[in-house]
């Protein structure tokens, strides 16, 4: 379903109540580490002040569990944005109450406040009625930028558009529904889902959405070793979740009933232990030996996964191929993260989702190389399982 976004109207005079996600990593004296979220709100702030709005900040920071927790406190972030737009930013004492909307009501076409930390109240998480009201009477315009809780039915992502109209989409959210709905409703063909990470289980529903849309998924990450105890092979000591060996043959007889390529690895890198220096050897998948795990995928496997991303029109890409996190197993999903980005300058339209891939394509330095990079892990995830994401339903169609 298509949504209103800040395209769609008109915010001169008005005040902007705009949801952000400046969720932003503290260090231990209270001092941001990693202004990234920060930077990616800008866009948005910047349309809204430059058309005349009187624009009006929440977010989240941290998990205070409902209570006061002065060293969650939004104060630094409103510094750091007023030097990132070289401007003045009013900081409330709270997100709600009369000294805040007295604040509020003194804002000047093109100003900027930020409400401080939601989380400070219960009510948020809750999605209280009646806090979500008292929050939405700050503002006349509602816009949700916050991708990362849109998969959350919280006061200022949801509850809040039942009492201020119009709501609709900042910058953020806009790029987000373009690029992984269209992936997911009208994608170009080949399209290819590259599926990693640790878990199976945690893959489940996105599999068996996307098995409904692709033509191909290419499997990496621990996730293979259940795939390959389906398949009778020896695993060693690699992770394997018992409970899901039924469901992945399931899964495997499933894409062969639908048509769809499904890639399992042909060679895996396994080592003697989880660690940096373990001993290491690269083995054919039916030779695993006992006594090791496989921790990435192997060179014949990065090459045949490799012609598949180039040849794919459109790729998805979530989980890492392997252990990324440890030199030794990040050179599968680097050197699949690498193959995207060719494949990406010769006109593919590449997606990532996850915040573990999305660190991995960081890692290698090629961000700039995919189509888009999801900025939210559990909501992209939810996103790709199919699910309606209830701070997006919210929004004025
Ligand atoms: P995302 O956050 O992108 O959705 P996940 O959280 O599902 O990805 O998985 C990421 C984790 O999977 C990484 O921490 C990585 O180390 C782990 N992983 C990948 N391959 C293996 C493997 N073969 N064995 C154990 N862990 C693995
Ligand atoms: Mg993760």
Same mark, same amino acid.
């Given at each position: %379903? *298509? ?8 915010? &001169? ?8 996600? @400046? ?16 930077? #990616? ?21 941290? +998990? ?26 009013? %900081? ?11 604040? /509020? ?10 409400? *401080?930390?939601?989380? @400070?109240?219960?009510? #948020?998480?809750?999605n209280d009625p009646e806090f979500a009201r008292e929050l939405a009477s700050m503002g006349e315009i509602y816009v949700n930028d916050a991708f990362?809780? /849109?998969?959350?039915?919280? !006061? ?11 709501? =609709?989409?900042?910058?953020?959210? #806009? &790029? ?14 080949? @399209? =290819?889902?590259?599926?990693?990470? $640790? ?13 409904? &849309? ?31 060996? *039924?469901?992945? !043959? ?5 894409? +062969? ?12 890198? /396994? /080592?003697?232990?989880?660690? $940096? ?37 459109? =790729? ?8 990324? #996190?440890?030199? $030794? ?7 699949? $993260? ?28 090629? *961000? ?14 939810? @996103? ?14």
């Amino acid at each position: %379903m *298509e949504k209103k976004s800040l395209s769609d109207i008109s915010c &001169k005079g008005r005040r902007v109540l705009m949801r952000v996600d @400046f969720n932003v990593p503290l260090d231990d004296n209270g001092n941001i580490t990693n202004d990234k979220r920060i930077v #990616e709100a800008l866009p948005s702030i910047r349309t809204i002040t430059e058309s005349g709005g009187r624009l009006i900040l929440m977010s989240h920071l941290g +998990r205070p569990k409902g209570k006061v927790v002065p060293e969650l406190s939004l104060a630094p972030v409103a510094k750091r944005l007023a030097e990132l737009l070289d401007t003045q930013v009013v %900081m409330a004492d709270d997100c709600i109450g009369t000294e805040a909307m007295q604040q /509020a009501l003194t804002l000047q076409d093109g100003d900027i406040m930020l409400l *401080e930390n939601l989380r @400070f109240h219960p009510e #948020e998480e809750k999605n209280d009625p009646e806090f979500a009201r008292e929050l939405a009477s700050m503002g006349e315009i509602y816009v949700n930028d916050a991708f990362g809780t /849109a998969h959350r039915a919280h !006061a200022s992502t949801e509850g809040i558009c039942h009492f201020v109209q119009p709501s =609709v989409a900042g910058r953020l959210i #806009e &790029k987000e529904l373009k690029y992984l709905g269209q992936a997911l409703d009208a994608p170009e063909r080949p @399209f =290819v889902a590259i599926l990693g990470g $640790a878990k199976i289980s945690g893959k489940i529903d996105v599999l068996e959405n996307l098995f409904n &849309k692709v033509d191909t998924v290419l499997i990496g990450g621990a996730m293979i070793f259940t795939f390959f105890r389906a398949q009778g092979y020896a695993v060693g000591k690699s992770l394997v979740e018992d409970d899901k060996v *039924e469901l992945a !043959a399931h899964l495997l007889q499933t894409a +062969r009933e639908k048509n769809i390529t499904m890639l399992l690895p042909e060679d895996v890198v /396994a /080592a003697s232990e989880f660690s $940096a220096d373990a001993r290491t050897s690269t083995v054919g998948v039916d030779s695993i030996p006992d006594d090791m795990m496989g921790l990435d995928i192997g060179p014949q496997t990065v090459d045949r996964y490799s012609q598949e991303i180039l040849n794919a029109k459109t =790729v998805v890409w979530n989980g890492p191929m392997g252990v990324f #996190e440890i030199e $030794a197993f990040a050179h599968g999903t680097i050197a699949v $993260a690498q193959a995207l980005a060719d494949a990406t300058a010769k006109g593919t339209i590449s997606i990532v989702g996850g915040g573990d891939s999305a660190a991995a394509v960081m890692k290698a330095g090629l *961000e700039s190389g995919m189509t888009h990079i999801s900025t939210g892990g559990g909501a992209s995830l939810e @996103f790709l399982e199919g699910k309606v994401l209830p701070g997006i339903a919210a929004l004025n169609d």
